[in-house]
């Protein structure tokens, strides 16, 4: 039947950014209800952010800092294909954002382990060898919605969009009713935003 064959969603994700993991889960659990075949991209806040002047110095520290689990999925994605970034996405946003975990080597070659990866990639953190495969895949995100969003970026076919924005992650049949909400809003000729003022910080249980 037509509705058995799996809808392609790709995920523009830094596995840094709390928001970006939270919606994640929220695809993930649509995933559990709905045939997706969801396919995972990099982008990058620090990318993003680059050359902003109203971001103070210790701002700018932080973003440096965030490019390194970026570039680490980007070598297990070079050296083993797209395939295995959702599986470590899972474990470093486990680790960052579940646990507390700080991002440094130590956290990386874990979180590599864990997801059936050879450790000794967490090497990349350090190394600005993975930075021109990042960035093609950050403007490719990005090209899709416009500069003025952050991550994630998510596309359904022609229609890509940012966020949502959402916390906790939705679950049951409240996940797929937002689903179908943010693709019929998304697919409106014409709809560019909806928003309202975050009155919470990131919720993860």
Known sequence: ?????????????????????????WILEVARQRPLDVRW??????VLNEGRADLPERWH???????????????A???????????????????FHLERAPRERATYAAALTAAGLDPALADAAGSDAYDGAVRASHHDGIGRVGADVGTPVVAVGDVAFFGPVVTPSPRGEAATRLWDGVLAVAAT???????????????FT
């Open 77 to 95: 994605e070079q050296a083993h294909g797209a395939r295995v970034l959702g599986a470590l996405y899972t474990e470093l946003g486990t680790r």
């Open 41 to 46: 991209h990099l982008m990058s806040l620090t």
């Open 1 to 25: 039947m037509e509705h058995d064959i799996p809808t392609p969603v790709d995920f523009w994700f830094d596995p840094t950014c709390p928001w970006a993991w939270l919606t994640s889960r």
């Open 189 to 203: 000729e014409g709809f560019f935003e909806l928003k309202r003022t975050r009155t919470r910080q990131p919720v």
């Open 61 to 75: 520290r932080d973003l440096a800092a965030r490019l390194e689990p970026v570039r680490v999925c980007a070598a």
